[in-house]
């Protein structure tokens, strides 16, 4: 039963990844939720945010299919997946990506702890 939940969790975390950077936001939307077209630290690079949100969808939810199927690979993508997540919200930080980040740090840690 934890196997199916784990799994849920990660293809789901992988989800919201490209539910929440994929979409095109105008000018006009309120700057109260993450912004892909702005980093704090770079400018304006929705490319970057794009990319890396596709990168974490394909780890996470690669992983989940993994870890389900009883893949000995899956930790790596996972930890890979997790890590790119992690400069993603860094990168593009806003208020409302803390539990996001908390999420990807909780999926490396796991993956680390099966790992050993």
């Known amino acids: ?3 199916i939940a784990v799994a849920i969790v990660l293809i789901v975390h992988g989800f919201v990844h490209a539910r929440v ?3 095109a936001y105008s000018a006009d939307t309120p700057n109260s939720g993450p912004n892909p077209n702005h980093s704090w630290l770079l400018g304006d690079v929705r490319g ?6 596709l990168l974490a969808t394909v780890g996470f939810m690669t992983g989940g299919i993994g870890y389900l199927s009883d ?3 899956w930790t790596a993508v996972t930890i890979g997946g997790g890590a790119v997540s992690l400069a993603l919200i860094g990168l593009y930080f806003n208020r409302w ?3 996001g980040a908390v999420i990807s740090a909780a999926t490396i840690a796991y993956a680390v702890v099966q790992a050993a």
Request: aromatic share 12%; no cysteine; charged share 5%.
């Open 1 to 3: 039963m934890i196997e």
């Open 21 to 23: 950077w994929m979409p």
């Open 48 to 53: 970057l945010a794009v990319a890396l949100a």
């Open 71 to 73: 893949q000995n690979w």
């Open 97 to 99: 990506l803390s539990m």
